[in-house]
């Protein structure tokens, strides 16, 4: 048993050749921030969409909901191959979750098209809610965004492995109360390198400012994502020098956040079987 963070994509804003907007896949199942494609990348790098238990949206910008249709429909047409498939539980920000469903559906058009329709059970969330899932206990914070935003922290119940995402936010501390101690924090770097001017593009992070938060939050681990291509290298560099343990992920990389350790007990009874 493990816990997994799979990088479905990267980018900001708008998908790049091969990368596609920031999306995040949790043991398979559970889905954060739908970017443009995916139930098509959830394909493409060995996961099946019918796997999915929950999207989880961090706000209802559009690179973070654009495949939100495309998930829906992926289910319902798949339906008839898992009847007894628990239905899809979409979690985001309660000023904006039900808009966006609806929405959603109104660009698949179900009203003429009543086949296509897939209800989800949807949970909205006000910052600083704590969810409890099958799997995982989930604590929330407000991001400081042009929308509401929410950064998760997910703690697997099975490993105690624990994640925690920022969602698009200028740098706030009371992220790095929420991810304090965690594994692994995947924060925003939408300037790259470059100093965030609050005044200019409020709700929005620097790699220095992720890298401060990851620090002030004793993570073991830091993800730069949510950041253009042209940027990455610098934006490395310099989250690297307040915080050396960050990392750039590659669309379609798998993490291994916290295995179970093994006791010799369980592993002989593993090897003899
Ligand atoms: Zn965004
Ligand atoms: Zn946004």
Known sequence: MKTTITFLG????????GNDTASFLL?????????????????????????????????????????????LFYLRMRQSERPDRPPLHVIGPE?????????????????????VGLDPVVTRVRPGDSLEREHFEVATVAGVHSVQAIAYRFTDKATRA?????????RNPAIADLAHGCDLLIHEASSGAIPMDLAVH???SSAMDAAR??????????????????????????AQAIFANTFLPEPGETVEVAPVRTLPGDRQKLTSN
């Open 95 to 115: 000023a904006d979750i039900h808009r966006t469903l609806d929405r959603a559906h109104a660009y698949l058009q179900t009203d003429r098209f009543p086949d």
């Open 213 to 238: 938060v990851a620090a002030l939050a004793s993570v073991k681990r830091l993800a730069l994502v949510h950041c253009a291509e042209p940027l990455r290298p610098d934006a490395l560099a310099a």
């Open 27 to 71: 043991n398979g199942t559970h889905l954060i921030d739908a970017g443009w494609y995916s139930a098509l990348n959830m394909l493409r790098y060995g996961f099946n969409p019918m796997d999915l238990d929950c999207v989880f949206l961090t706000h209802c910008h559009h690179d973070h909901y654009l495949g939100l249709a495309g998930i």
């Open 10 to 17: 990267t980018a900001s804003v708008v998908p790049e050749a």
């Open 162 to 170: 624990s994640i925690a995402i920022s969602g698009d936010t200028a």
């Open 202 to 204: 409020s709700g929005h």
